[in-house]
C-alpha cells in the first residue's frame, strides 16, 4: 500500500499524511510548542525543540535545553547527591571543573582539566601538574617549627651494628647507615671511599734510651697498609739526638723515605721537648712498616694510633 491517506475518497476529501508499514498506517504529526491555548510556532531548525530537565530534590534547579547547548549551567544544588553529601556542582560547558563538598566544613576535593591540576582541602594538599614543567609536588602537612602531628613520612635508614657490604660499582644506589638506636653512623677515616674494609683503631706505645736504627715501631702485613691517625713524641734527659719516624722497609732515606717526622731534639734539665700530630699519615706501599732511627742515646717515648686497610 502507498503512503498517506485521502479523507473521504468518494467527495474528494483532504490528503493526510502517513507511514505505510506492512499494510497499517500510520499518522505523521509535526510538533507545536507552546502552552494550552498557545502556539508558538512549529519546532524546526530555527525554533528547536524546548526541554526543562528538573531535579525532583530539596534544592531542585531546572535547566533549558534549546537544542545545541546548555543555556543555563548546573548549579551548586541541581545534582543529585550521595547520602550524607551536602552539595556537588558541576559546570559543563567550558571549564570541566568539579567539586564535591562532603558535609559543611569537612574536607572538599576540587578537580580542575584546564588546570591540570588536583587540589584536595582539608588535612592533606596535593597540587599542581603545571602544564609548563608537568612535575608534581608533594607538601607535607606540617611546616617547619611546628609541632610533628599525624605520621610524618620518615627517612629510612639501614640499622646495623655491622659495617654494610659495599655495592657493586661507584655511583650506585647506598642506604644511609645508622645504628639500632637511629642514630646516623658517620665516620672521619681518611681511607672511606676508596677502600671499603672494616677497620680498627689501636695505638703502640715504646720508649727508646739508646741509638735505634730502623727499629720496627709497628710491622705492616703484606696485604695491609697502614694509616695513623696521631702521633705524639715525649723526650726526656739531657742528650741531643735526631729522629725519624718514617714508612718503610729498611734505613732511613732523606727525600725518599716517607717520613712522618725527620727533626732534632734538645732535651736539658729544664727543657723536655716533644710533638703532638694529627694525620693522616699514610704508608705508601702495602707491607711497609714505621720504623725509628736516631742518632744518639736520647730517651724518646713513641705513640701512634693507627689502624690498617687492606
Known sequence: MADNTTLNTGAGGDVIASDDIAGVKFQRVKLVQGADGVNDGDVSSAAPLQVTLANTGANATAVKVDGSAVTQPVSAASLPLPAGAATSAAQLPNSHDVTVDNAAGASAVNVQDGGNSITV????AVSSLPASTNTLEVVGDVAQDAAVAGNPVLIGARASTAIPAAMS???????????????????VAPHVGLNSDPWNLVHETAQFTTTQTSTVLVAGGAS??????????????TTTFDLQLYFGTGAYSRGTSRAIFDGTFKPSTTLAPGAIMDGPFIAGTNGDDILVTTSANG?????VWYYVVT
Open 299 to 303: 730517651t724518646v717515648t713513641i705513640t
Open 224 to 237: 695491609e697498609k697502614i694509616v695513623i691517625t696521631k702521633v705524639l713524641i715525649a723526650c726526656a734527659g
Open 121 to 124: 582541602d582539608g588535612t592533606v
Open 169 to 187: 660499582a661507584d655511583g650506585d644506589a647506598v642506604h644511609v647507615w645508622s645504628n639500632r638506636s637511629g642514630a646516623q653512623v658517620v665516620t
